[in-house]
């Protein structure tokens, strides 16, 4: 299997060919829709680029799906075109997000397919990781992406029958530091799998354990509300609950990466916490301020 990564994808979308595009598709009396919404993407960033407007890139949503919508339908010619050229070469294409992947039996046929996927990806303003592109071996792949315990929870409710639960927990576990690294994104889709599974059933030794790994910094960075919301409720059932308050306005003090801040204020708000919701609103206002002024502190 080749696996391909597009390099920084949302912030090299063309403006100008996604408008196109979207009013090729769009009804006529729609048009007054399509200019509000590229005047708000041509000037999302005024910030930092003042009164010109701007021709490239999607702002990276923290409280909504409008730019993984856009993104997906700025690739469907390349999907379409990546598809057909991998059917030619019999190959399948596959994509999630920037994440491409291509099945094929004939390892001759790789350079041929970089060659024309990477000029088409070009006309697009699009770039291929270099750094990500990756050839598997099957057994490799299923091992790096945990297939085998991904498939514990086969069905929708799977996970919440208590034996699958425990059978997916002792199976991650077992997993050494050095294994769970080395997975696909560090392990952070097997813990995401886990955090809506019924934990509560676990002996409360094997629950406290899996919380202490849902409640690091590592996982909780990555949490939008919803899920900040779950570690909440998961939290008031361990032996000795970690003050979740504290933890989140540790690691919003000491990072700047800004979704974290708009996901962890949602959940504040959604809780009804007025004072870690304030805090992180100053949090929020600090953060503009230093980039608005270019200073270091």
Same mark, same amino acid.
């Given at each position: 299997?080749?696996?391909?990564?597009?390099?920084?994808?949302?912030?090299?979308?063309?403006?100008?060919?996604?408008?196109?595009?979207?009013?090729?598709?769009?009804?006529?009396?729609?048009?007054?829709?399509?200019?509000?919404?590229?005047?708000?993407?041509?000037?999302?960033?005024?910030?930092?680029?003042?009164?010109?407007?701007?021709?490239?890139?999607?702002?990276?949503?923290?409280?909504?799906?409008?730019?993984?919508?856009?993104?997906?339908?700025?690739?469907?010619?390349?999907?379409?075109?990546?598809?057909?050229?991998?059917?030619?070469?019999?190959?399948?294409?596959? $994509?999630?997000?920037?994440?491409?992947?291509? /099945?094929?039996? =004939?390892?001759? %046929?790789?350079?041929? @397919?970089?060659? *024309?996927?990477?000029?088409?990806?070009?006309?697009?303003?699009?770039?291929?990781?270099?750094?990500?592109?990756?050839?598997?071996?099957?057994?490799?792949?299923?091992?790096?992406?945990?297939?085998?315990?991904?498939?514990?929870?086969?069905?929708?409710?799977?996970?919440?029958?208590?034996?699958?639960?425990?059978?997916?927990?002792?199976?991650?576990?077992?997993?050494?530091?050095?294994?769970?690294?080395?997975?696909?994104?560090?392990?952070?889709?097997?813990?995401?799998?886990?955090?809506?599974?019924?934990?509560?059933?676990?002996?409360?030794?094997?629950?406290?354990?899996?919380?202490? $790994?849902?409640?690091?910094?590592?996982?909780? /960075?990555?949490? =939008?509300?919803? %899920?900040?919301?779950? @570690?909440?409720? *998961?939290?008031?059932?361990?032996?000795?609950?970690?003050?979740?308050?504290?933890?989140?306005?540790?690691?919003?003090?000491?990072?700047?990466?800004?979704?974290?801040?708009?996901?962890?204020?949602?959940?504040?708000?959604?809780?009804?916490?007025?004072?870690?919701?304030?805090?992180?609103?100053?949090?929020?206002?600090?953060?503009?301020?230093?980039?608005?002024?270019?200073?270091?502190?």
């Amino acid at each position: 299997m080749l696996q391909l990564d597009l390099s920084n994808f949302y912030d090299c979308v063309r403006l100008d060919i996604l408008e196109r595009w979207i009013r090729e598709h769009s009804p006529a009396d729609k048009g007054w829709v399509i200019a509000l919404l590229f005047y708000f993407l041509n000037h999302w960033n005024r910030r930092n680029t003042g009164l010109h407007p701007q021709a490239v890139g999607l702002p990276q949503d923290a409280l909504a799906d409008c730019s993984r919508i856009l993104s997906n339908f700025y690739l469907q010619k390349y999907d379409q075109f990546a598809s057909d050229i991998c059917t030619q070469a019999g190959a399948t294409y596959f $994509r999630y997000a920037d994440d491409q992947m291509i /099945l094929l039996n =004939d390892p001759s %046929k790789i350079d041929n @397919l970089l060659l *024309l996927l990477t000029r088409n990806l070009d006309r697009f303003g699009l770039r291929v990781n270099q750094k990500k592109v990756n050839l598997w071996q099957t057994p490799d792949l299923i091992r790096h992406r945990c297939r085998e315990i991904q498939a514990i929870f086969a069905t929708k409710g799977d996970k919440q029958n208590p034996a699958l639960v425990r059978k997916f927990v002792d199976a991650y576990l077992a997993l050494t530091p050095t294994e769970l690294a080395d997975t696909w994104n560090g392990s952070l889709p097997l813990l995401n799998r886990m955090l809506w599974a019924k934990l509560d059933s676990l002996p409360r030794s094997l629950f406290n354990k899996m919380m202490v $790994r849902l409640t690091a910094e590592r996982f909780l /960075l990555q949490a =939008d509300a919803q %899920k900040l919301k779950r @570690l909440s409720k *998961l939290n008031a059932l361990r032996t000795s609950p970690v003050d979740l308050d504290k933890r989140i306005r540790t690691i919003a003090s000491r990072t700047v990466h800004n979704a974290f801040h708009h996901e962890a204020r949602s959940f504040a708000h959604e809780i009804g916490n007025a004072s870690l919701q304030t805090f992180l609103i100053q949090r929020i206002d600090e953060l503009s301020r230093i980039m608005q002024s270019n200073i270091v502190e």
